[in-house]
């Protein structure tokens, strides 16, 4: 997962496939969904509904892929410990963070976040709507739910551009390709090795 130092990459030109195209299109659903349920919320429940159990699927298939799937989109791969989180905010702020070929522990810590949370908005809207007796309850935490949603959506892109800015690559775009900068195997050795010293 450990890629190269931050500040030592602009010379690298060789590229690596990291996201494979069901990652990056179940990525992109995901986001077109959230888009059309926030948008459709007040005006279009019955789309609104639709989509709400298409995101349900889309959660539970990531889920699957965290467990089973290849190795960067793995949980275990990239959910940081909160040791771990703290360690690279604090390298983050002394300008040591190394660059990760998949998700660094601030995006991993997001991806987390971001798929309980969305699973427990689906799951407040679907009592909502299948449960009558707890309508008036389940719809308060469903909004609340969902405001938090767009809050860590806003934060994720945030982070998203000022990670693609300090590490000189376009993370959007590696999305969107499925590749990235391939560290060189020197570099790759010099990090471990200064991590162990």
């Known amino acids: 997962m450990l890629a190269d130092s931050a500040g030592a990459s602009p010379a690298i ?5 990291v996201w494979s195209p069901g990652v990056r299109i179940l990525h992109w659903l995901l986001t077109l969904g959230l888009i059309i349920s926030y948008l459709t919320a007040d005006d279009v429940m019955r789309l609104h509904f639709w989509v709400g159990h298409g995101i349900l699927a889309l959660v539970l298939v ?3 892929m965290g467990l089973y799937g290849s190795h960067h989109v793995r949980f275990e791969t990239f959910v940081p410990t909160p040791r771990e989180l703290l360690r690279y905010f604090g390298d983050l702020r002394n300008g040591t963070a190394r660059r990760y070929l998949g998700h660094d522990p601030a995006g991993g810590a ?24 707890l309508e008036e309850a389940s719809g ?3 909004e609340v739910l969902a405001t938090l949603t767009l809050v860590l959506v806003i934060v994720h892109v945030i982070g998203v551009s000022a990670a693609s800015y300090l590490q000189g690559e376009n993370l959007i775009g590696g999305m969107i390709s499925g590749w990235k900068r391939e560290p060189v195997v020197q570099e790759t050795e010099l990090t471990a090795r200064t991590a162990t010293e």
Request: glycine share 2%.
């Open 62 to 64: 990531r889920a699957l």
């Open 110 to 133: 997001m991806i987390a976040s971001l798929l309980t949370v969305v699973l427990l908005t689906v799951a407040s809207g679907l009592l909502t709507y299948y449960v009558p007796a």
């Open 140 to 142: 308060e935490v469903h």
């Open 13 to 17: 030109r060789s590229r690596v496939r």
